[in-house]
């Protein structure tokens, strides 16, 4: 991430976003995350995340938090370090965590869910999308609705602030 470019996920009270701008592309999407039954991965601060939009499939090892040595945001959205089609390539070029092997990897949780690009009036240049759906684990479900915003920093901080200041909007705390 540049300094021309900011990311920021906002939660968002579900009976809010229907109050949201913006009549975008829905699709529907599932998202199920994976670790060992160690947690070695979230241990290790990363997840790996299936994810299911449309007819695509998409695998991704994520960095949960920053390095020690790095700022990040508040709601700065997880760090992608690899992308593939399918678990096994994704794995290529990157050092597989201590004690992952495939056949240990399970579903922990997964977020079945609508997404929507939005519009952002008065802003240009900021990519916007809504996604809505139920979290669910072992323990329960959670309706869950979150907001990210994309682009210029004083942009995107200007939308972060009017969404705030208009709906039940502010930092994921689950």
Excluded: F, N, Y
Excluded at 45 to 59: D, I, K, N, S, Y
Excluded at 147 to 165: I, K, Y
């Amino acid at each position: 991430m540049g300094d021309g470019h900011l990311a920021l996920e906002l939660a968002l009270h579900p009976d809010d976003a229907a109050r949201l701008p913006g009549r975008g592309r829905r699709s529907k999407l599932s998202l199920i995350w994976h670790d060992t039954p160690a947690g070695d991965l979230q241990a290790a601060g990363l997840a790996l995340v299936e994810q299911h939009e449309g007819r695509r499939t998409l695998w991704r090892l994520e960095r949960l938090r920053p390095p020690e040595d790095a700022v990040a945001p508040c709601g700065t959205p997880p760090v992608a370090l690899a992308e593939a089609a399918d678990a096994a390539s994704l794995w290529h070029g990157q050092a597989r965590p201590d004690g992952l092997a495939s056949q240990e990897v399970m579903a922990v949780c997964g977020l079945d869910a609508e997404s929507r690009d939005m519009a952002v009036p008065g802003e240009t240049g900021i990519t916007a999308r809504l996604l809505c759906g139920r979290l669910r684990a072992a323990a329960g479900t959670l309706a869950l609705c979150r907001v990210s915003l994309a682009g210029p920093p004083a942009a995107v901080r200007a939308a972060a602030l009017d969404l705030a200041t208009r709906l039940r909007a502010g930092v994921p705390r689950e």
